[in-house]
């Protein structure tokens, strides 16, 4: 069975500092990847996604992430955080069953 | 090109009442798919439809729940007799070919039982 374990409840960074949020996840095959952003009471806007090719991958708002098959992990990074990146960012997993496994979310919080 | 489109965006019930929640695939997307949402929660995934067709139900309770996708007009996840713990936020997600595309996600309709 396919999952995600995002280790990080909540986050809190500076603008303008880095970020990374983790995600790692367990899957039989070769794993399609998501990052999703989630804003208070909205719906979630995909930033990025993994299918095959270059493991470093370059989403919407200057996000990236990278695959590494050997950690099991797609990490998002962002090198410069603005205050409307907080929001609840979701790692997701799919296969060939088409369904979408997610995390349970990451909480980021910017401080000015 | 309009996304995806999701209403209510809010839906207040008693218990034991109905719950009728609709979603309208992008243009051109015939795949349809139904998460919830529970508080403090991630996105758990229901059922995924084709046209006139349930593909994988695996994650719908037994029961309950149902879920069409007619030839014409968007997609229904029906709740009969609804008690406390279906208050979520329910959300559908629209991909445009088979196989693992990418599912593009609606507003979500809230459902508060009382």
């Known amino acids: 069975a396919q999952s995600v374990t995002q280790p990080d409840i909540h986050i809190t960074v500076s603008e303008g500092a880095s970020l990374e949020l983790r995600c790692n996840y367990s899957?039989?095959?070769?794993?399609?990847l998501f990052w999703y952003v989630q804003s208070p009471g909205q719906g979630l806007q995909l930033l990025l996604k993994y299918f095959s090719g270059d493991t470093l991958v370059q989403g919407i708002k200057g996000f990236e992430a990278e695959f590494k098959r050997s950690q099991s992990s797609f990490n998002l990074r962002k090198p410069s955080v603005h205050w409307s990146d907080a929001a609840e960012y979701f790692c997701?997993?799919?296969?060939?069953?088409?369904?979408?496994?997610f995390g349970s979310g990451t909480q980021l919080t910017v401080l000015p | 090109n309009a996304g995806v489109m999701q209403n209510p965006r809010h839906l207040v019930r008693r218990r034991g009442q109905e719950a009728r929640l609709r979603c309208s695939p992008m243009?051109?997307?015939?795949?349809v798919y139904w998460y919830r949402q529970l508080p403090e929660e991630g996105l758990k995934f229901m059922v995924y439809?084709?046209?006139?067709?349930?593909?994988?139900e695996s994650g719908m309770p037994k029961e309950r729940f149902s879920a069409e996708f007619p030839k014409e007009g968007p997609s229904i996840l029906r709740i009969q007799q609804v008690v406390r713990g279906d208050s979520a936020a329910y959300f559908c997600?629209?991909?445009?070919?088979?196989?693992?595309?990418?599912?593009?996600f609606g507003p979500g309709t809230r459902l508060t039982v009382l």
């Open positions: 997701a997993v799919g296969g060939s069953a088409r369904q979408l496994t």
């Open positions: 997600a629209s991909s445009l070919t088979r196989g693992t595309d990418t599912q593009y």
């Open positions: 439809l084709q046209k006139e067709n349930i593909i994988d």
């Open positions: 899957y039989g095959a070769t794993p399609y």
């Open positions: 243009k051109g997307h015939s795949h």
